[in-house]
């Protein structure tokens, strides 16, 4: 048998990462044979343990929430997107030593509405709640699918403005307050902040959800969280969550690693099973 290759999440917290079970899926499925831990990294310790893992025989990484600036920081060489995010999410040792940094999530996500969802986001006019790290993942990817409208609105309106600034040689992207969205509609609300985490709701004004609007939160959990619950008493046409992306960029990052792109749709649904059991 040959040795198995060596893939790990790096976070902080990370006891409840999917990460693992959805790359053992995808291993089985595409018959690699891999190896893929859950580590928790100490704040001001990533780049001394990626640096570690790599030395002893690592070949790839993922990174989540705090350390996806110091990934993009560790990386010799960075894809587009990942200069575009100004953060890394997947960490790639190359042939000659050098360590590739890729950002799969904005991808991640564009792929779930549109193949998963099969919502449109071409010629929607579309609107990202939020202004931090996640929306700067996801952006790019969103920019070139060509929505008729692409709207930041956030609780801090200079930093949705900043944001948009940022974006702007790509396409068409404006910033807002919340307030300033009343009296518009969408076909596509993206919840990016973090305050599901928090079981908050962003202030939203009611009425900004089209007919057939669709939303989508990033967060996923068993239970709809409050974005979605909202979502649904704004007759929106259809709601999701956020797993189907998580499942998809880890998809992307399996196919950097290894060559192949592993089927999405059971993993998925493994997943929710098990969110559910849980
Ligand atoms: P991330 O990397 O997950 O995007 P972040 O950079 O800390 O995390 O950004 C969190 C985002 O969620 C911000 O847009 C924040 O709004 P502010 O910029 O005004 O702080 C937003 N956010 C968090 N809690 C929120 C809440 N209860 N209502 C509205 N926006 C919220």
């Known amino acids: 048998m040959n040795k198995k290759d060596k893939y790990a999440v790096f976070g902080n917290p990370i006891k409840h990462s999917q990460s693992p079970q959805i790359h053992a899926a995808f291993a089985t499925q595409t018959d690699q044979k891999i190896t893929y831990r859950a580590h928790q990294v100490e704040p001001g310790r990533f780049k001394e343990v990626a640096r570690s893992f790599f030395d002893n025989g690592g070949s790839g990484l993922n990174i989540t929430v705090p350390f996806k600036i110091d990934a993009f920081e560790f990386a010799d060489e960075l894809s ?5 995010a100004g953060a890394v999410n997947t960490l790639a040792l190359q042939d000659d030593g050098r360590i590739y940094g890729d950002n799969t999530d904005g991808v991640g996500m564009t792929r779930d509405i549109t193949e998963n969802l099969a919502w449109e986001i071409g010629d929607k006019r579309v609107l990202v709640v939020g202004a931090g ?30 944001l948009a600034s940022d974006f702007s040689d790509l ?26 985490l928090a079981g908050e709701l962003p202030a ?26 909202w979502a649904a008493e704004n ?26 792109r592993p089927k999405t749709k059971p993993v998925i649904e493994l997943i929710r099973e098990s969110l559910q059991a849980s």
């Open 133 to 162: 790290g996640a929306v700067r993942g996801i952006l790019g990817p969103l920019i070139k699918r060509k929505p008729s409208l692409l709207l930041i609105a956030n609780r801090t309106v200079s930093k949705a403005r900043q």
């Open 235 to 260: 007759m929106a046409w259809a709601v999701s969550d956020g797993l189907g992306m998580l499942v998809e960029q880890a998809a992307e990052s399996f196919c950097i690693w290894h060559g192949v």
């Open 80 to 84: 587009h997107r990942a200069r575009r």
């Open 204 to 229: 939203l004004p009611s009425a900004i959800v089209s007919d057939k609007g669709c939303c989508y939160d990033m967060m996923y959990s068993a239970e709809p969280t409050p974005f979605m619950r």
């Open 171 to 196: 396409g068409d992207v404006r910033g807002c307050s919340f307030e300033a969205l009343t009296g518009n509609q969408f076909d596509l609300i993206i919840n990016a902040t973090s305050a599901s």
